[in-house]
């Protein structure tokens, strides 16, 4: 077999493996979202294109594609709504109370959850909820900005 390794004590590796979760919890909501909009495409469309000749990457090029341009802008409109959010619960449950990897693994939600529990300390918590909160608003707002300038029609506002 394999030679063991020791995942909980090797600061290094965790940013690797954090990421990849990440990746793959955040996976399936996109492609849900994507197949959702892919299925209300019109099928008028492909056969009308189909008789016009085009082949099956004309249409994916052509039509999918460009019809799928404003459920990108809004999962990414989204995602940079939350980008502050630290995913607590894949941190922590991940992770733990494991302080020899907090140098890697600490995020702000963890760090205010530590102080929370450890110190009682209320203010703390809210005002950096506060923050993150406002942080994701005034990004998302400059986000749509940008979007309304370049495409007017796939703003949120």
Not at 53 to 76: C, D, E, F, N, S
Not at 81 to 95: H, Q, R, T, W
Request: glycine share 10%; net charge neutral.
């Amino acid at each position: 077999g394999f030679e063991s390794h020791d995942f909980y004590s090797d600061q290094g590796i965790w940013k690797y493996i954090i990421v990849a979760f990440k990746i793959w919890s955040g996976t399936g909501y996109g492609m849900i979202v994507y197949l959702a909009t892919i299925t209300g495409i019109s099928n008028e469309i492909y056969e009308a294109a189909s008789l016009d000749g085009a082949k099956a990457v004309q249409r994916i090029r052509y039509i999918t594609l460009p019809l799928l341009k404003p459920t990108a802008v809004l999962l990414l409109l989204f995602g940079l709504g939350g980008i502050l959010k630290g995913s607590f619960d894949l941190f922590y449950n991940l992770i733990g109370n494991n302080s020899v990897l907090y140098p890697q693994t600490d995020i702000i939600d963890t760090y205010v959850f530590r102080s929370l529990v450890g110190q009682f300390n209320f203010s703390l918590s809210a005002a950096v909820g506060f923050y993150q909160s406002l942080f994701g608003l005034i990004f998302v707002l400059t986000i749509n900005c940008i979007v309304k300038k370049i495409e007017p029609d796939y703003a949120l506002f």
